[in-house]
């Protein structure tokens, strides 16, 4: 479809059943409709689906001056696109870069639209009614949602600029980074050599910049055949938009009240994260999700970005606010975003939980709950599981889940059901164990098999289809992993236990250094003795049942005369959350073993030969 637009005349795409919600989603710089493939191979099958090439760029034409590039102009061509493939009814508009300041500027700049686009020729019985206060002016189609990708409110850069002209160290980092991002815009301006260095250099570079800075693999669309010209055309923007708007001064920024969602690429080359620091007075009902990406996520990480954009638009829709739509709401109103706000921040925040039921993993659940988080508590015993999120009643929603962690298919459900039910999780909580205790020459096949399945299998399971999720939902995250002082003291009584625990210390330490290229924190807990049911629940090799009953019993009565509560565990825990340690031993005594191991490991050594 072709649509004409103050002197433009734009080329249209649109895709899906329209009488679905209509979802527009705007290109930024030096990109074309192409951009939005994937994103829009995603929402097809549930929206109506609408692309359009800017003004200049791709398959609309290009009007001279200037001043044809004024953000005004281009949020008239929005309404325009609007009102041709969606007369009556809302839009819902999706921007990405100058893509999102045109929504913007439609949504908060002067009206100044253009004269009423002709009717649609496939509807010449719909012509755009008049607006009573503008007879010669047609409606602005509802813009019922925003979701603004890479796409701050550049109107108000003035006010963020204002705020940080005081000599305070982080204020001016914050400047210092931006203007680390925006060299480009003041080379821009210098008269012919950007357009040379454009069509040369930049136009023949764009794949290799994209593939090697970007993280993009270039496809038939993006960048596209046009680019040379489209990058060329797109100067405009900055010399119009960037000069002759003065950024607002000091005050308060006028919010809109049309819903809006910021989607916050966290290694952006180009706008940084400082940027949305202020971004509270932007829109009277915001939602604020990061993505560990660089500029163009859509291409990088379409599934998080279709995704979100799906669940705002169901939820204005009138369907009920999904979980993690919900969290990126609460996480932005308490201020805790991963990036900006305290790291320890819990609230907003999604954790999954192994071995919730009982000791250290119910402790755990219920400190998370009281602090904000949503919880997944995922145990064995599902009677166990629903105790505990019972007993977290009252401050937030904690689903219980029955999983055996050393069953790689039953992680597998619980992992796809954690993510279609709630979202990808910020933590993970791998601390599902059981214990053994006995002679090396006494501990059968069967009896490794089982600890090193749920010890060992269980850790691996839970780390390797949560972390993927993370990378692939370019979330940054948090992976606790439960191991023992017996990690890293020997004991001739522990040989099956220490092996499993040691591995998983290693294990930790391997993923910590891996993961972290993602933005994935690894921790590895080592509790020491802590008053819990592993106690009653520890296999003892080579003992008939009425002797394990006993030596059970005896472990018990050690462990609670030594008292020491699963509760403080759960609060280094989420220490740990805080401070981001690989090893945390817990217990004075797990400290002290550690220091030992570290010192005096002869000592250590000796001690391992005791019976106890
Ligand atoms: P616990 O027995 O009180 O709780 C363990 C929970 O894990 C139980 O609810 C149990 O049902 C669940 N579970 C067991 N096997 C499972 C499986 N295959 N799949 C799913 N859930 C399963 O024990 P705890 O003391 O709270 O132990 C928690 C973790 O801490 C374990 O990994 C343990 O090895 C480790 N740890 C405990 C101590 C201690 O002194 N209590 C010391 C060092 C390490």
Redesign the pocket.
Known sequence: MRVQSSGAELAVFETGAPDRPTVILVHGYPDTHAVWDEVVALLADRFHVVTYDTRGMGASTAPAGSDAYALPALAADLRAVAQAVRPEGPVHAVGHDWGAFEVWEALTGADDAPPPPPPRPDRPDRPPAPRPDRPDHPPAPRIASFTAIAGPRIDDRGRWLARRLRPRPAALAEIAAQARCSWYVAAIRLPVLPELFARRVVARSWPGVLRRLERVEPRPGHPAPTLADDLVAGFALYRTNLRRRPPAAAGAAVPTSVPVQLIVPTKDRYLSTGFYRDCDGWATTLWRRDIRAGHWVQRSHPAPVARAIAELVDHVEGAPEAPSLRRARRRHNLGGNPRTGPKHELAGRLAVV??????????TALAFARAGAEVVC????PA??AATAAAGEGSVALAPIA?????AAAMERLAAAVQADHGVPDIVV??????MSGPFLDTTIADWERII???LW?VIHGARLFAAMMVQGGQEGHIIN?????AYSPSRMLSA?ST??AA?LVLSECMRAELGDHGIRVSA?????????????THFVGVNATTEDELQRQAARA?ARRG?P?ER?AQAIIKVIARDRALVPV?PE?RVLLAMSRVTPGALRRLARVAQ
């Open positions: 192994t071995g919730a039921g009982s000791g250290i993993g119910r402790a995922a145990d064995i015993d166990a599981a999983v055996d962690v050393s069953d791998n601390n599902a164990g059981i214990g399945d749920v010890n269980g439960l191991a023992s002082a017996a236990y499993t625990k998983v807990i080592c509790p020491g003795f802590v008053n819990t049911n592993i106690t009653r629940t462990y020491y699963p565990v217990t797990a």
